[in-house]
């Protein structure tokens, strides 16, 4: 059996490789993947809309952080992940550097055992 099997995971991501990647990781773990969105006003709507298990965000998407709809991710209990190029917590607004995250480049098995230990009690 697949460690997330069935668990409904959106991804937020607007570099189609990445988001391939991404999906690929999920895939190999058993999720339904939602998505990729590639905007925020797509991130609020599946958060909105959609019974998620989980989230993978990047911070910065089109331009747009993802800032905004954490706050509302968060109220709802969705378990989320943000990817982002910048490794250093400082560079997120100090509510939000508990958040897990993940650095990019990523290491596929480093995302896999974060996306486990995030995703698996949801």
């Known amino acids: 059996m697949k460690a997330l099997a069935g668990r409904r995971i959106l ?6 490789l990445i ?9 190999e773990l058993g999720c339904e993947v939602v998505g990729p969105v590639s905007r925020v006003e797509e991130v609020r709507g599946c958060i909105e809309a959609s019974n998620l298990d989980g989230a993978l965000l990047d911070v910065n998407l089109r331009g747009e952080q993802i800032f ?3 706050p ?4 709802r209990g ?4 943000i990817t ?8 997120f607004p100090e509510s939000f550097r508990t958040v897990p995250r993940i650095a990019k480049p990523f290491d596929p098995a480093a995302l896999r055992r974060l996306c486990v230990a995030v995703f698996a009690n949801a």
Request: aromatic share 2%.
């Open 11 to 16: 991804i937020a991501e607007d570099e189609a």
């Open 19 to 27: 988001a391939l990647e991404l999906e690929g990781v999920l895939q």
């Open 68 to 70: 905004g709809v954490l």
């Open 72 to 75: 509302e991710a968060i109220e």
């Open 78 to 81: 969705v378990p989320l992940i």
């Open 84 to 91: 982002s190029g910048y490794a250093d917590a400082t560079m």
